[in-house]
């Protein structure tokens, strides 16, 4: 799932129908849990993220020393580093500069984006109740109950 269908979704099941209140009021624990699993789901896919790009850093970071062998460099598809060993305080420069690693960091900040994006809404389902009894109470209020 990407974050456009998940704003999508999210714009669909935030609609509260005044006039079915009480069908609203027992449809939050069931919006609870689509969007909970969605989280937990977005949450595994980012540790595996995470270890894919400290797997690939670790990588780089030998394949910019000259440290990997043929056999290493032909698993990954990579030439033979042919520039300067870099320098310690040089390293992060390379390594932030490199083309595969800067794409399984963008990998990792689209599934933070879509955590952020589910706690809030989750946030949002938290106070649901409220907003129903709210909802309820002015519609009392308004009746002259």
Not at 25 to 44: C, D, E, G, Q
Not at 113 to 123: H, M, R, W, Y
């Amino acid at each position: 799932m990407n974050i456009e269908q998940l704003q999508e979704m999210w714009g669909i099941d935030c609609q509260i129908d005044d006039d079915r209140l009480d069908k609203e009021a027992v449809r939050t624990p069931n919006l609870h849990s689509k969007y909970l699993n969605i989280l937990i789901a977005n949450k595994l896919k980012l540790a595996k993220v995470k270890a894919d790009y400290n797997t690939l850093r670790q990588a780089k970071f030998r394949y910019y020393r000259g440290e990997m062998g043929k056999q290493e460099l032909i698993e990954c598809g990579w030439e033979q580093w042919q520039g300067a060993k870099p320098l310690k305080n040089e390293m992060d420069e390379f390594l932030s500069g490199d083309p595969d690693l800067n794409k399984e960091f963008m990998k990792v900040e689209y599934l933070s984006a879509i955590i952020t994006f589910s706690e809030s809404i989750l946030g949002q389902i938290k106070s649901r109740d409220f907003q129903i009894k709210g909802a309820i109470d002015w519609k009392k209020f308004i009746s002259g109950a």
